[in-house]
Structure formats: C-alpha cells, structure tokens
C-alpha cells in the first residue's frame, strides 16, 4: 500500500480505545481524509503532543483506495497556533473554520481550500484585537467561496441581470446571493441596505480594506453569514462551532 505524505491541518481529534487517537486532516494533496494514529496516547508515543486539533504539519499516511479510514504513520509538527488557544474569540473562530472544512470539504484534492484555512489560521493569530471580527467575516465568506458556493452580489443569481452598484440590494439566502427586482418580488428577499452592502462586498473581495462595523451591523452579519452558512452547506446539519461563534459566550462573562 502506498504512503503518502502532505501538509496537513488537523480538523478534529477523538480518543479511540486506551492508546490511539481518530482524526480528521485538511491535507493540501487529498482533501479531508481520516486516519488512525496507532499509540498516539501513550507516554512514549512518536505522535508527542503533535495531534492537536488546528495543529500543521506533514502527516503519513497509508492509503488504501476505497478504504475510509487511513494508518496514519507520522505527523511531523511545523506549527501549533498557541495564539489561537489564548484568546477564546480567536479560537472559536478558527474552530469555525476548522468545522466548515470538515464538514464540507471532499475527499479529493482541494489546494486551493487548504490554503485558505493555513493563512486564515496565521491571519487570525496575528491580527489586532480590534480587527478580529470583521477578519472572521472575510476569512469565513472566503473558505464558503473557494468550496464552490460563493454568493452573488454583481448579479441577479436567477437571470444573471447586471445589478446597479450603488443603493439597497435585495439577497436571497436560499438562492445564494443578489436578485434584480423582478426576481425579489417574485422570490422575496432580505433587503441590504446601502451601507450594509458596501460592506459586505468589501468582506468578499480579499484586496479590500476590512469595514468598520458597529455592534449592531456585526451582528447582523453574523447572522447573514450564519444563515447562508446553515442553508447552502448546513443542509440541517448541527454546527457547534458556528453556533458558539453566533452565541459569543466570552461577551457575556
């Protein structure tokens, strides 16, 4: 059976009987994969304390085609995200992350996600406290995207009518973004008023400066991202870590 070697983020990590671990690995070269890492619980073991979840490095892996669960066989750490772990909104953020990943990422090559998750990770780590928020907007908005469910905002997502760029904006959650007139009256949609849009094209486009946003417009973005989040990948599925990102515990202790 080949071994296969690839940088790797881990996603989640489940005792399995008294000594090895289950975890679920963004790999940049096989999409999400699961492995079993034999012994990983005791004293001497080779893993260290290298499994833990939002931990990078370079994971081995016996793979077998069609098999679900892999032997993993070394996981040589090239970072752990201690900054993450400090500060509960950061982590709770980067557990979001980690669990949009898990849950709706392939089996399958996806360089392109993996990427995004590794320098959100460092984004979030390093950023100042006063940006934090509006960078979670961006880096989640960012991970739905490149999983292939990008939201419109430049076109009706119906009939492909070019939008105005400037006033209110009529957004469909269950159509996946932005409707001309004649399709919101017909559909109904959520009515995004000028400045609200503003920012949330600025949260799409990577290049652009993060909007300031007051409590009242962070909520309401959390609670747009949350909703698009739940209907186009959620399909019903329960989401901790979005749902203790939406609760925000920390604010109230």
Same mark, same amino acid.
């Given at each position: 059976?080949?071994?296969?070697?690839?940088?790797?983020?881990? =996603?989640?990590? !489940?005792?399995? @009987?008294?000594? *090895?671990?289950?975890?679920? /690995? $963004?790999? +940049?070269?096989?999409?999400?994969?699961?492995?079993?890492?034999?012994?990983?619980?005791?004293?001497?073991?080779?893993?260290?304390?290298?499994?833990?979840?939002?931990?990078?490095?370079?994971?081995?892996?016996?793979?077998?085609?069609?098999?679900?669960?892999?032997?993993?066989?070394?996981?040589?750490?090239?970072?752990?995200?201690?900054?993450?772990?400090?500060?509960?909104?950061?982590?709770?953020?980067?557990?979001?992350?980690?669990?949009?990943?898990?849950?709706?990422?392939?089996?399958?090559?996806?360089?392109?996600?993996?990427?995004?998750?590794?320098?959100? =990770?460092?984004? !979030?780590?390093? @950023?100042?406290? *006063?940006?934090?928020?509006? /960078? $979670?907007? +961006?880096?989640?908005?960012?991970?739905?995207?490149?999983?292939?469910?990008?939201?419109?905002?430049?076109?009706?997502?119906?009939?492909?009518?070019?939008?105005?760029?400037?006033?209110?904006?009529?957004?469909?959650?269950?159509?996946?973004?932005?409707?001309?007139?004649?399709?919101?009256?017909?559909?109904?949609?959520?009515?995004?008023?000028?400045?609200?849009?503003?920012?949330?094209?600025?949260?799409?486009?990577?290049?652009?400066?993060?909007?300031?946003?007051?409590?009242?417009?962070?909520?309401?973005?959390?609670?747009?991202?949350?909703?698009?989040?739940?209907?186009?990948?959620?399909?019903?599925?329960?989401?901790?870590?979005?749902?203790?990102?939406?609760? +925000?515990?920390?604010?109230?202790?």
């Amino acid at each position: 059976m080949p071994l296969a070697s690839t940088p790797a983020i881990v =996603l989640s990590a !489940l005792r399995y @009987s008294e000594t *090895s671990k289950i975890v679920r /690995l $963004a790999t +940049r070269d096989y999409g999400v994969q699961s492995g079993i890492a034999k012994g990983a619980l005791r004293p001497k073991s080779r893993f260290g304390g290298s499994l833990q979840v939002l931990s990078e490095g370079q994971a081995q892996m016996v793979m077998k085609e069609g098999r679900e669960l892999n032997l993993l066989t070394a996981f040589d750490l090239r970072r752990l995200h201690v900054g993450l772990a400090a500060d509960l909104e950061r982590y709770a953020i980067a557990c979001a992350l980690a669990e949009v990943m898990l849950r709706f990422a392939s089996p399958d090559p996806q360089p392109d996600s993996f990427e995004v998750l590794q320098r959100a =990770l460092a984004e !979030l780590e390093s @950023s100042p406290g *006063s940006s934090v928020e509006p /960078l $979670a907007f +961006r880096l989640l908005w960012e991970l739905v995207s490149v999983l292939g469910f990008a939201p419109s905002v430049d076109a009706c997502v119906i009939d492909g009518a070019p939008l105005s760029p400037e006033g209110a904006l009529p957004f469909s959650t269950r159509d996946g973004g932005a409707l001309c007139t004649t399709c919101a009256v017909q559909r109904g949609a959520t009515q995004l008023p000028d400045q609200d849009r503003a920012d949330l094209v600025a949260l799409l486009d990577p290049t652009a400066s993060l909007p300031a946003l007051d409590p009242r417009h962070k909520a309401a973005h959390r609670r747009l991202l949350a909703r698009y989040i739940q209907y186009h990948l959620g399909e019903g599925a329960n989401l901790p870590a979005l749902e203790f990102w939406m609760d +925000r515990p920390w604010e109230a202790a």
